[in-house]
C-alpha cells in the first residue's frame, strides 16, 4: 500500500464504494424482507450506509443451499491442493484490494489507519494464506493395528458451519475462521456483526472472482437476537465457530444443546494479567503495558487489563507506565499519526463510565483520564489508568472492553500466580521478569491459553490461540484450528 496522509485517506474515503447487500449462492442480494440497518462511523457518528438485515428466512435459505452445495462435493469432494489454489488465488486478490480493505476496516470500526493497514489486512492475508498452503501438508493416519487388520484415521469436513465474528476486529477474526473452515472442506455461513459487515461482504466478491464455488460461502449481516440465535438453533447447521461475549457465549451452548448438538467453538472475553517483576527490563515493560491497555482503544479480548506490579517497584514503575500513557491521544483515525481511535458505539462509551464510575466507588485511585472526550458526534474516551486495584474489585474482575487500566501491587511469585489465576478468564497474560526461573515457573502455572515472556500480544499464525475457563474453548489459528472443523473417522479393515 502507498504511504498516504490524512487529506489522502479523507479524499479516499469520499469515492469508497461499501457493499451493502447480503452475499448468498454467489451473489449480493438485499434481505428476503428488504429491510435493513443503519452502519455509523464511530469517529464521526455519521451514517455510512444502510445495510441488509437478515432474519430467520435468509438464514433458512442459506442453510439450504449451503447443505445442497455441500452435498455435491463441488467443493467439499475438492482435491485439498485444489482448495489450497483457490484460497491462494483469494488471498492475491485480498492483497490486491487491501487499500480498500484497510478504509472499510477504519471507517466502520475507528481503529487507527496505520493499523488496519500494517496489522489488520496483512494478518488476515497471511491467514488465509498460511493455511491454504498448509491444507494439502496435514497427513492422516494408519494405526498400529496387527498384520491382520488395516485401520485408517482420516479426517471429515464438518459439513455446514456457522460462523459468527465480532466487531472489534472484523477482517482478522473472520480470516481465523474462514481460512481452516474452507480449506478443509466444508459450506459456512458467515455472521459479520451487525455493526461492522463491510469487509466480510467485500471478502465473498472476492471470493467468487477467486474460483470459490457458488452456495460454498454465504454472508448474511443482522442481529444475535433473530439471525444468531436462529442460526445456532438451526437443525441442518453442523458446526458453530464464535468470536465474542462469554454472555453469549454461553447462550450458543445452550442452543447448541437444544437442537442437535452441533460442534460448538468459543473465543470469549478475557481479563489478562500483565505481571511485572522488579528485576524486568522496566523501561520495555511499562511501553508495552501501555500497549496492552489501549491498543484498539482498549477493545481487545486480549488487552493487559490487569497490570500487577511487585510492590518493591510500584510506585517506580507506575509513573514510568503513565509517562508513556499520556502519549496515546485519541484522534482521527484516518490520520496515519494517531495512535488510538474512539471506542465503537455510544453504548460502549456508557459501559466504560459506569465502569469509571464503580472503580471511583470501590475506592481505586484514579491516576489518568477518567472522562469522554467531547467532539461532534465522535465516541472517544481518554485513556483511563486505576491504581490500587485489589483483585476483588469489579474493575479487576469484569471485562471493560475499553481503554481501562487496573494496576495491582503482589508481593511475591506466590502472590502474582494467585491474583492472576483468581478469575474467570484465562485468555491471554504475559510475565516480566529477566530471572529465567521466575519467568518460567510464573508462566507454567498462569492458567490461560496464550502467555507472553517478556513481551506482550506474542504469537502468529504458527501457534494456536485461544482461552481456557470462561474464555472459550477451541482454538483458532495454527493447524490445531482445523480440529474444530473436521471429524475424526475410522475405517477398520480385516484380511481374509
Known amino acids: 500500500m502507498t504511504e498516504k496522509n490524512l487529506s489522502d485517506w479523507q479524499h479516499t474515503a469520499a469515492e469508497l464504494n461499501l457493499p451493502t447487500q447480503a452475499y448468498i449462492n454467489g451473489a449480493d442480494c438485499p434481505a428476503l424482507s428488504s429491510n435493513t440497518a443503519p452502519i455509523y462511523n464511530p469517529a464521526t457518528g455519521e451514517l455510512l450506509a444502510e445495510v441488509a438485515d437478515c432474519g430467520p428466512e435468509d438464514a433458512d435459505q442459506a ?54 493497514t500494517n496489522v489488520d489486512i496483512p494478518g488476515a492475508i497471511n491467514c488465509f494464506r498460511w493455511t491454504a498452503e498448509a491444507i494439502d501438508k496435514v497427513y492422516e493416519q494408519i494405526a498400529p493395528t496387527g498384520h491382520d487388520t488395516l485401520a485408517l484415521v482420516t479426517r471429515l469436513p464438518l459439513g455446514v458451519v456457522t ?29 459479520p456483526d451487525p455493526k461492522t459487515p463491510f469487509t466480510a461482504l467485500r471478502i ?24 444468531g440465535k436462529h ?75 490487569r497490570l500487577l506490579v511487585e510492590e518493591s517497584i510500584y510506585d517506580e514503575f507506575l509513573q514510568m507506565v503513565l509517562a508513556k500513557a499520556k502519549r496515546w491521544v485519541p484522534g482521527n483515525p484516518l490520520d496515519p499519526a494517531t495512535p488510538m481511535g474512539p471506542v465503537i458505539d455510544q453504548k460502549q462509551l456508557d459501559t466504560i463510565q459506569n465502569y469509571v464510575r464503580i472503580g471511583l466507588e470501590e475506592g481505586a485511585r484514579l491516576v489518568l483520564g477518567g472522562e469522554v472526550i467531547e467532539t461532534e458526534g465522535g465516541f472517544y474516551h481518554q485513556p483511563t489508568i486505576f491504581a490500587d486495584v485489589n483483585n476483588q474489585m469489579r474493575i479487576a474482575r469484569e471485562e471493560i472492553f475499553g481503554p481501562v487500566i487496573s494496576v495491582i501491587p503482589f508481593k511475591d511469585r506466590d502472590d502474582a500466580i494467585a491474583i492472576a489465576n483468581d478469575s474467570p478468564y484465562g485468555l491471554a497474560g504475559a510475565v ?21 515472556i517478556n513481551n506482550y500480544f506474542g504469537g502468529d499464525m504458527t501457534v494456536p490461540f485461544g482461552g481456557f475457563k470462561e474464555s472459550g474453548n477451541g482454538r483458532d489459528k495454527s493447524i490445531h484450528a482445523m480440529d474444530d472443523y473436521t471429524e475424526l473417522k475410522t475405517t477398520w479393515i480385516e484380511f481374509e
Open 63 to 116: 442453510v439450504t443451499i449451503a447443505r445442497n452445495t455441500f452435498e455435491s462435493g463441488i467443493w467439499s469432494g475438492l482435491a485439498p491442493t485444489q482448495r489450497k489454489n483457490v484460497l491462494l488465488r483469494w488471498a492475491d486478490l485480498m492483497q490486491q484490494h487491501a487499500e480498500e480493505l484497510a478504509l472499510m476496516e477504519t471507517l466502520n470500526v475507528g481503529k487507527p489507519i496505520s493499523d488496519s
Open 163 to 191: 460462523a459468527i465474528v465480532p466487531w472489534n476486529y472484523p477482517l482478522s477474526t473472520t480470516a481465523w475462521k474462514l481460512a481452516p473452515a474452507l480449506a478443509t472442506g466444508n459450506s459456512v455461513i458467515l455472521k
Open 204 to 227: 465473498a466478491q472476492l471470493a467468487s472472482e477467486a474460483g470459490l464455488p457458488d452456495g460454498v460461502l454465504q454472508v448474511l449481516p443482522g442481529d444475535g437476537i433473530n439471525l
Open 231 to 305: 442460526l445456532s438453533l438451526h437443525p441442518d447447521i453442523d458446526g458453530q465457530t464464535f468470536t465474542g461475549s462469554t454472555a453469549v457465549g454461553k447462550l450458543l451452548t445452550q442452543y447448541s444443546g437444544q437442537s442437535n448438538l452441533k460442534r460448538t467453538f468459543l473465543e470469549l472475553g478475557g481479563k489478562s494479567a500483565n505481571i511485572v517483576f522488579a528485576d524486568a527490563n522496566l523501561k520495555k515493560a511499562a511501553a508495552l503495558a501501555v500497549i496492552a491497555g489501549f491498543y484498539n482503544s482498549g477493545q481487545t479480548c486480549t488487552a493487559g487489563t
Open 432 to 452: 516480566w521478569s529477566n530471572n529465567i526461573n521466575t519467568a518460567h515457573k510464573v508462566a507454567a502455572a498462569i492458567r490461560t491459553g496464550t502467555m507472553g
